[in-house]
């Protein structure tokens, strides 16, 4: 089934954006101007990357953002100021954690294209995330979410019109990463990376609540993993499960497999390549795990989601440490905006790796 086209819309609108900090650190704050600008409302914005980020050998972490709608949005306590603070520690600390790549869990914005809010909301996504590539290049890649949907939950017959102006085919494009994608947009896509001597594929499936696309989706997924049978695949998608039965440990009930989340997983298990599956979506606690092994094959699945905790999640996000030697994947949940980490049982563990 072909997906909705991106709608183009002629004119152009002018928008009046605020002030946005640079350089934030604990009690710390500088603001920069934003300039009007004028923009055509669909037409792709291009953003030209700097040099790529060479990864050093050995041990490496990928950066996990949940979701940032509160902060785009500028609601429940959120601002756009803490989802730059998250993406300045990455920033910062890349050399230092050799983070070789980002994932973006979906629901960047609370709106999707409601004309209402879309342009400010939008505009501080697209402001953030493209910082990662200046002064030098860090490959990412985002999940389209419920929120980023208009109206939500609605994959086919809603749009995501502003998701794909921003971070659209046109946009990623030519990334010496980017893969490709699914059907005519870049709702579902996947992306290529390469460190500590092994080869991967990340795969981004939309969030699709009424199984409007599921199977075809899946199975463009599938193709791929076979495809590209020799490489280690992470799959990321909004919603795949819920929280842990008990806050603060991974040893109650494990969080359990929702409907898309269980249709990914019935229909990818028999891939061997497949190691790990992310999602977001569910705040409360905001944490779970499982893990879920086939024909010998684990599959571990994390969910992280802090917006329903102080100030829209107050910059909380993962690091997932690949200790290649010790085969261990090293889970790690940390505050952009306090620079502390949260040490309970369903925040800082350990899983094996590759088993």
């Given at each position: 089934m072909l997906k909705k086209s991106i709608i183009a819309i002629t004119g152009t609108l002018l928008i009046l954006f605020l002030m946005f900090p640079h350089g934030c650190k604990k009690g710390q704050e500088t603001e920069e101007e934003i300039t009007p600008v004028e923009i055509d409302l669909f037409a792709p914005v291009l953003n030209e990357p700097g040099p790529p980020i060479v990864p050093k050998s050995g041990d490496f972490t990928v950066a996990v953002i949940p979701d940032t709608q509160y902060y785009t949005a500028s609601k429940n306590g959120g601002t756009p100021k803490i989802f730059?603070?998250?993406?300045?520690?990455?920033?910062?600390?890349?050399?230092?954690?050799?983070?070789?790549?980002?994932?973006?869990?979906?629901?960047?914005?609370?709106?999707?294209?409601?004309?209402?809010?879309?342009?400010?909301?939008?505009?501080?996504?697209?402001?953030?995330?493209?910082?990662?590539?200046?002064?030098?290049?860090?490959?990412?890649?985002?999940?389209?979410?419920?929120?980023?949907?208009?109206?939500?939950?609605?994959?086919?017959?809603?749009?995501?019109?502003?998701?794909?102006?921003?971070?659209?085919?046109?946009?990623?494009?030519?990334?010496?990463?980017?893969g490709g994608h699914y059907d005519l947009n870049n709702d579902s896509h996947y992306d290529l990376f390469s460190a500590g001597d092994n080869d991967f594929i990340v795969i981004y499936i939309e969030y699709d609540a009424f199984n409007e696309d599921q199977g075809s989706m899946n199975n463009w997924a599938y193709n791929l993993l076979t495809q590209y049978s020799t490489r280690?695949?992470?799959?990321?998608?909004?919603?795949?499960?819920?929280n842990n039965g008990s806050s603060g440990t991974n040893n109650g009930d494990a969080g359990t497999f929702r409907s898309q989340g269980q249709a990914i997983y019935d229909r990818l298990k028999y891939c061997p390549n497949v190691f790990m599956m992310l999602c977001g979506h569910v705040g409360d606690n905001g944490e779970g795990y499982r893990n879920d092994t086939f024909q010998g094959n684990?599959?571990?699945?994390?969910?992280?989601?802090?917006?329903?905790?102080?100030?829209?999640?107050?910059?909380?996000?993962?690091?997932?440490?690949?200790?290649?030697?010790?085969?261990?994947?090293?889970?790690k949940t940390l505050s952009s905006v306090t620079n502390e980490c949260e040490t309970d049982g369903d925040s800082q563990f350990a899983v094996t790796l590759f088993n």
């Amino acid at each position: 089934m072909l997906k909705k086209s991106i709608i183009a819309i002629t004119g152009t609108l002018l928008i009046l954006f605020l002030m946005f900090p640079h350089g934030c650190k604990k009690g710390q704050e500088t603001e920069e101007e934003i300039t009007p600008v004028e923009i055509d409302l669909f037409a792709p914005v291009l953003n030209e990357p700097g040099p790529p980020i060479v990864p050093k050998s050995g041990d490496f972490t990928v950066a996990v953002i949940p979701d940032t709608q509160y902060y785009t949005a500028s609601k429940n306590g959120g601002t756009p100021k803490i989802f730059e603070s998250q993406i300045n520690w990455i920033k910062n600390n890349q050399e230092k954690e050799n983070i070789v790549y980002v994932i973006h869990l979906g629901d960047m914005a609370e709106n999707g294209d409601n004309p209402a809010y879309a342009h400010e909301q939008w505009f501080h996504a697209k402001s953030m995330m493209y910082k990662l590539e200046n002064p030098v290049s860090i490959p990412y890649g985002i999940a389209v979410g419920n929120h980023d949907q208009y109206p939500s939950q609605y994959p086919v017959t809603g749009t995501t019109n502003y998701y794909n102006k921003y971070f659209g085919v046109k946009h990623f494009g030519g990334r010496s990463y980017y893969g490709g994608h699914y059907d005519l947009n870049n709702d579902s896509h996947y992306d290529l990376f390469s460190a500590g001597d092994n080869d991967f594929i990340v795969i981004y499936i939309e969030y699709d609540a009424f199984n409007e696309d599921q199977g075809s989706m899946n199975n463009w997924a599938y193709n791929l993993l076979t495809q590209y049978s020799t490489r280690k695949a992470i799959i990321v998608s909004h919603y795949l499960i819920g929280n842990n039965g008990s806050s603060g440990t991974n040893n109650g009930d494990a969080g359990t497999f929702r409907s898309q989340g269980q249709a990914i997983y019935d229909r990818l298990k028999y891939c061997p390549n497949v190691f790990m599956m992310l999602c977001g979506h569910v705040g409360d606690n905001g944490e779970g795990y499982r893990n879920d092994t086939f024909q010998g094959n684990t599959i571990h699945t994390f969910l992280s989601d802090y917006q329903s905790r102080e100030n829209g999640g107050n910059g909380l996000m993962r690091l997932y440490r690949f200790s290649i030697e010790k085969k261990l994947l090293e889970v790690k949940t940390l505050s952009s905006v306090t620079n502390e980490c949260e040490t309970d049982g369903d925040s800082q563990f350990a899983v094996t790796l590759f088993n």
